[in-house]
């Protein structure tokens, strides 16, 4: 099955600090719903852009989308 990684953008200065905010609400997310990966994340992409993300199944994908919306995602390859 293949995953997918639901990305959340977050800019400006508080960019950073609000996207490790919003990493703890996945996780619970993740969690209460007992999604089959528990992968959560955050990335600096710069000094003013963040991302946060939560990877799931893609079966899984429409009902978290339509709960969470993602501003968008990707195929999740693991590093």
């Known amino acids: 099955m293949r995953l997918l ?8 200065p508080a960019g950073a600090k ?11 997310y993740a969690f209460a ?3 089959t990966t528990q ?8 000094e003013l852009h963040s991302i946060a993300y939560l ?7 429409r ?3 339509d709960a969470l ?3 968008r995602g990707q195929v999740y390859t693991e590093k």
Do not use: C, Y
Not at 18 to 28: F, G, P, Q, R, S
């Open 18 to 28: 609000t996207a490790v905010h919003h990493e703890i609400h996945l996780k619970e």
């Open 63 to 65: 009902p978290v989308r």
């Open 39 to 46: 992968i959560t994340g955050v990335e600096n992409l710069s």
């Open 5 to 12: 990684k639901l990305i959340w953008d977050f800019r400006g």
């Open 69 to 71: 919306k993602p501003h």
């Open 55 to 61: 990877v799931v199944q893609e079966n899984e994908m």
């Open 33 to 35: 719903k007992a999604l």
